[in-house]
């Protein structure tokens, strides 16, 4: 059992996630075509060899962002994917109420269940 604001708060980090890595996917395939336009347009005039010109590692770098950014876009799309695999698999098992909370005897408060004294009465909660 979740509670719905922890669900729809997970819900809405998903969806961020999503649509920045579509965002970033988009962003890093036109820079790397881009890059790769400009370099097979000018193949007359620049090497792509080393010594790179002042042109040639601008456009060498934007390719190598525009991969970077493919990578991260992806591990992103595919951290969701992974996220939600995992939470439909699950989502019967979690009980953050009866696994991580302990509830004190003389105030009634839920707190951490690691704890050995009530925070708010200061009772013990074991012993
Ligand atoms: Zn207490």
């Not at 996630?17 to 620049?46: D, R």
């Not at 970077?68 to 992974?82: D, F, N, Q, T, W």
Request: glycine share 4%; net charge positive; with cysteine.
């Amino acid at each position: 059992m979740k509670n719905r604001k922890e669900d729809s708060f997970m819900k809405k980090t998903r969806l961020f996630f999503v649509l920045f890595g579509i965002f970033l996917l988009c962003f890093g395939f036109s820079l790397f075509m881009t890059a790769t336009i400009k370099m097979e347009n000018s193949e007359w005039y620049y090497t792509w060899k080393p010594p790179y010109s002042e042109y040639e590692a601008s456009v060498i770098i934007t390719k190598i962002w525009g991969i970077v950014l493919l990578i991260i876009g992806g591990l992103a799309e595919l951290l969701c994917l992974l996220s939600k695999l995992y939470e439909s698999k699950n989502i019967q098992d979690v009980n953050p109420i009866t696994s991580n909370t302990i509830k004190c005897h003389v105030c009634g408060i839920k707190t951490d269940s690691t704890l050995t004294i009530c925070p708010k009465c200061k009772t013990k909660l074991r012993n």
